[in-house]
C-alpha cells in the first residue's frame, strides 16, 4: 500500500464467500456495526476465482446457482443501501494483489469475512493477514468451531458417535440465537447491473432461489417432515429429505438458522434420544464433523486417505466401467436411476450416494477419488467437507468408516428403499415395464432378454463375484480394523 495510505479515504469491507445472505451473517452484522459507529462508507464485495473453481473441480451447476444467489444478495444488500461489487482474478494466488490493487484509493480500516475450512482458502486468507490486510474472521460454518469439540486428550474425535455425544453436551449449554438481517445503512439503492460470472454456467433451474425459498424449505420441512424424517429418508421416491444441502453449501442457510428452527419445534432434540427430531440433528452435526475433520487433518483436502493403509489398495482402471457408472447404464437400475438423477438435476439422494459410491468403489474396484471428483462436477450442493467424508466413508479409507468387508448389495438395496420401484421407473423408463423381480434382481435377465425385454444392458459385473473380488482387493484395510 502506498505511504499517502493516510490522505485515502478510510472504508469498510465486507467479502462474502460461502455465505451468501444477509440473515445470521455474523461478519456482515459487524461490519456494518462498525461502519455505522465511525460513520464510514461500508462496501461489499465477491470475489470470483475462474481457475480455481475449475482447480477445485466446481460444477457449472453449482456456479450457475452461485450466480443466481449473488443477484438475490445483490438486491437484499441494495435495500440496505449497500452496493455489492464483483471482482475477478484467475486463482487464490492473485488475492493479495487484488487487494492491494484495489485499495490503492481507500484505506480499508477493517475487512470483515467468514473463515472458511478448506486448506486453499485458509492459505490464501494467512497470506492477506500476513501481508498486514486487516482481515477479521468470524466462524459461522459450523455451530461449534472447528477444534473446539475435542476428546479427553484435547486430540479431534475420529469417531462420530463420541463426536456426537460430546457436541450435543456442548450445545446444550450454548445459546443460539440467529442475528436478523442488519437495519438499512442508507436509503435504498438502484442495482446498476446483475452479476454474471466469468464462467460457463450449468442450469439450475430445478432448484428456486434465494434466502426466502431456503427459510420457506426450512420451515417447512421441520413442521411437517422432521418427525418422520428418521422413517422416511432412505426412500429416494418419498420426499421425505430436507433438500436443504444446496443452500448450506453456499451459505444461502446458515447452520445456526436450521437448528434454531427445529429447536422451536423440538426443543428437547439435544438431550433427549427419544425425540422425533434427533436424526435430522445428526445428519447437521454429521456436517459439523466433515468440517472439523476437515481443519484438524488438512491432507484431507488433498485427495488423501485419512486411513494410510488406502494407498495400498490395487484400484481399477477400468474407463468404460467408470463411463458407464457416470452415465447410469451400469444394467442395475437402482445404481442407474441414482446417477441419471444427479446428471440430470445436480442433485442425488443420500441413500442413493451411498449405494453408487459403494458400487464403483467395491463392485468396480474404482479409486473413490474419481467418484468424488465426478460427483464434485456434478452436485448442486458441492461441498469439499461431506463429499470427500461420504466417498471416504463408502469406500472404507475414511476416518470412522463403513468396514472394508461391508459391502451394499444394490438388488437388496433397491427391494429395501424403492420396493414398487417408482423411483426406479422415473429415472429409467426403459423398464417401466419390467415385473418388480427384473428390476429389483437384474442378474436373473437372460442374454436372450437382453433384446427382447429392452435394450437396456445387462449388469456389468456380477455382485459375487464382484464382493469377492473386492474383499481380497481391499483386505489391506485389515489391520486397521
Keep these: 500500500m502506498s505511504s499517502t495510505s493516510v490522505q485515502q479515504q478510510k472504508t469498510v469491507f465486507i467479502w462474502f464467500r460461502q455465505d451468501l445472505r444477509i440473515t445470521d451473517n455474523q461478519a456482515l452484522t459487524a ?115 472447528p477444534g473446539s469439540v475435542r476428546n479427553q486428550s484435547g486430540e479431534m474425535y475420529r469417531v462420530f ?27 435504498a439503492i438502484s442495482v446498476p447491473a446483475p452479476i454474471t460470472l466469468p464462467v460457463a454456467l450449468g442450469n439450475s433451474e430445478s432448484w428456486r432461489a434465494g434466502e426466502g425459498e431456503a427459510k420457506q424449505r426450512l420451515q417447512q420441512f421441520v413442521l411437517q417432515a422432521a418427525e418422520d424424517y428418521a422413517q422416511q429418508r432412505d426412500f429416494p421416491a418419498i420426499d421425505g429429505t430436507s433438500s436443504l444441502s444446496p443452500y448450506l453449501a453456499l451459505g444461502v442457510l446458515s447452520p445456526r438458522q436450521c437448528l434454531v428452527t427445529l429447536l422451536a419445534t423440538f426443543p428437547e432434540a439435544i438431550v ?47 474407463d468404460e466401467d467408470f463411463a458407464a457408472w457416470c452415465e447410469g447404464r451400469t444394467g442395475y437400475p437402482i445404481v442407474d436411476a441414482a446417477m441419471r438423477q444427479l446428471n440430470q438435476i445436480g442433485w442425488m439422494h443420500n441413500r442413493l450416494r451411498m449405494i453408487v459410491a459403494s458400487f464403483l468403489t467395491k463392485h468396480l474396484l474404482i479409486d473413490w477419488r474419481r467418484g468424488e471428483r465426478w460427483f464434485r462436477r456434478q452436485l448442486l450442493d458441492g461441498d469439499l467437507a461431506a463429499n470427500n467424508g461420504g466417498w471416504q466413508w463408502s469406500a472404507g479409507t475414511g476416518c470412522d468408516a463403513q468396514p472394508y468387508f461391508r459391502i451394499f448389495n444394490p438388488m437388496t438395496q433397491s427391494e429395501k428403499f424403492d420396493p414398487d420401484a417408482s423411483f426406479i421407473k ?28 429392452s435394450d437396456y444392458p445387462l449388469p456389468i459385473v456380477e455382485h459375487s463375484a464382484a464382493r469377492a473380488r473386492a474383499l481380497d482387493r481391499l483386505s489391506v484395510l485389515k489391520k486397521a480394523n
Design 161 to 187: 458417535t463420541p463426536f456426537f455425544k460430546r457436541w450435543r453436551e456442548m450445545a446444550s449449554r450454548k445459546a443460539f440465537v440467529p442475528l436478523p438481517p442488519p437495519a438499512p445503512l442508507a436509503s
Design 31 to 145: 461490519a456494518v456495526k462498525m461502519a455505522r459507529q465511525q460513520r464510514l462508507p461500508l462496501k461489499a464485495v465477491y470475489i470470483a476465482t475462474p481457475v480455481q473453481w475449475q482447480r477445485h473441480d466446481v460444477g457449472p451447476r453449482q456456479l450457475d446457482f452461485m450466480q443466481r444467489h449473488l443477484r438475490c444478495l445483490q438486491q437484499a444488500l441494495a435495500m440496505l443501501g449497500i452496493e455489492l461489487s464483483l471482482w475477478c482474478c484467475d486463482t487464490f494466488e492473485d488475492v493479495l494483489l487484488l487487494w492491494q490493487q484495489q485499495l490503492e484509493q481507500q484505506r480499508a480500516v477493517a475487512i470483515f469475512a467468514g473463515r472458511e475450512p478448506e486448506i486453499n482458502e485458509q492459505r490464501r486468507d494467512q497470506q492477506l493477514l500476513d501481508a498486514g490486510l486487516p482481515l477479521n474472521l468470524t466462524d459461522e460454518h459450523c455451530l461449534l468451531a
Design 426 to 453: 422415473r429415472y429409467v423408463p426403459e423398464v417401466a415395464d419390467w415385473s418388480l423381480k427384473q428390476i429389483h434382481h437384474p442378474e436373473q435377465r437372460s442374454h436372450a432378454q437382453l433384446f427382447t425385454v
Design 272 to 318: 433427549d434420544d427419544t425425540s422425533p427430531a434427533r436424526t435430522w440433528l445428526a445428519e447437521l452435526v454429521w456436517r459439523e464433523f466433515y468440517r472439523h475433520l476437515l481443519v484438524a487433518f488438512p491432507h484431507l483436502c488433498m485427495g488423501v486417505s485419512f486411513n494410510p493403509l488406502g494407498s495400498d489398495i490395487q484400484w481399477r482402471q477400468a
